[in-house]
């Protein structure tokens, strides 16, 4: 269980990724379901912030080689689709940061778009071969969401967003939270575990069933 968490409504469902985690990608079809499963329950996403910081680095044959391997296993799991063919090029930065902020962005400007946005991040990165180190990839995907993306890029490249991101990886850190995905659902002023790692809908909404009993 994760103490405070009192700033999302009780109850409500809190889902905790980055939109570069391969399983976050993965159980992304899982986490649609458990949200038609559960329609009145709010939804909140936080940014867990995978390879931020000093952990960023280049796309190298050696990085290339461990996330192919990876993606294939979440691909044979999830059946989500992957395109490998990024990581053939060596033009850009294994950094989430931006992807991230681009999710605090968005639900500091509608929190109904965060979630559709962060998916279309993922399929952007993972079966497009889009890198989201580059701002210039953003206005079309945010477009894509139905949002404004001047106002978006306004927010995105705005201090505030950037601390809106990294809050949420400091939250995450003190909840305890070292793997993405995690799902819980907020009840009382705790957090209770859904998921941590890849599981199917129907289970994780058998869980949240017992923990609002």
Known sequence: MVSEMEPFA???IIYVGDPMCSWCWGIAPQIDELQMRCPDLPFHVVVGGLQVGPGAEHI???????LAAHWMEVEAHSRQPFDLSILKR???????????????????IDEAKAWPL??????????????????????SLVADVGADPDVFMESYL????????????G???E?????????????????HLLANGYRE???????????LA
């Open 171 to 173: 939250a995450v850190a």
């Open 90 to 108: 060596r033009d850009w930065l294994y950094d989430t940061e931006p992807a991230c902020r681009a999710v605090a962005a968005m639900r500091e």
């Open 175 to 191: 909840w305890g939270i070292t793997g993405f995905p995690t799902v819980l659902v907020r009840r009382g002023s705790q957090g």
């Open 118 to 139: 962060f998916k279309r991040l993922q399929r952007a990165f993972y079966a497009e071969g889009t890198p989201l180190s580059d701002s210039g990839a953003y206005p």
């Open 201 to 211: 809908a129907v289970d994780m909404h058998f869980i949240l069933a017992d923990a």
């Open 10 to 12: 009780d109850p409500s």
């Open 158 to 169: 705005s201090d505030a967003s950037k601390e809106a991101a990294w809050a949420d990886f």
């Open 60 to 66: 190298n044959d050696e990085l290339a080689e461990f």
